[in-house]
């Protein structure tokens, strides 16, 4: 049973934080990477931030220096995280985590191509 439960959103003034998490099912445990992804109202979904396996990270344009991707791996379930520091309006949007079913190219890791397992989103609005 595959399965990506994100948490954490809210609202939030500019210039705050929030910590995303996304818990994945053990059938996802040894993926390559996870995504973090956004997609704001009347904008395409847009990558925000990979975190591969051993804990290597991409960030969007968007988000470096101020996004942090985390992961959190235990016998059952992989966890993944995004600290979003420094938030900005233009940061609101329905953010995602996502799972590839096999091999991702690390320079296409931000493409939403390239994962295949969604979870259903939670919502980070900042005003």
């Known amino acids: 049973h595959v399965q990506l439960v994100e948490s954490g959103g809210g609202s939030v003034q500019a210039g705050g934080s929030l910590r995303l998490s996304c818990a994945a099912s053990?059938?996802?445990?040894?993926?390559?990477?996870m995504g973090w992804f956004r997609q704001a109202p009347g904008k395409e979904r847009e990558g925000v931030a990979t975190?591969?396996?051993?804990?290597?990270?991409?960030?969007a344009d968007s988000g470096k220096g101020r996004f942090t991707a985390s992961l959190r791996r235990d016998n059952i379930y992989d966890a993944v995280y995004l600290k979003m520091n420094s938030l900005e309006p233009e940061d609101t949007a329905m953010y995602y985590c996502?799972?590839?079913?096999?091999?991702?190219?690390?320079?296409?890791?931000?493409?939403?191509?390239?994962?295949?397992?969604w979870g259903q989103g939670t919502q980070v609005t900042v005003s």
């Open positions: 975190i591969a396996s051993d804990g290597s990270t991409v960030y």
């Open positions: 053990a059938y996802l445990y040894n993926r390559p990477c």
């Open positions: 996502a799972a590839p079913s096999g091999f991702v190219e690390w320079r296409d890791s931000l493409r939403d191509s390239q994962y295949a397992y």
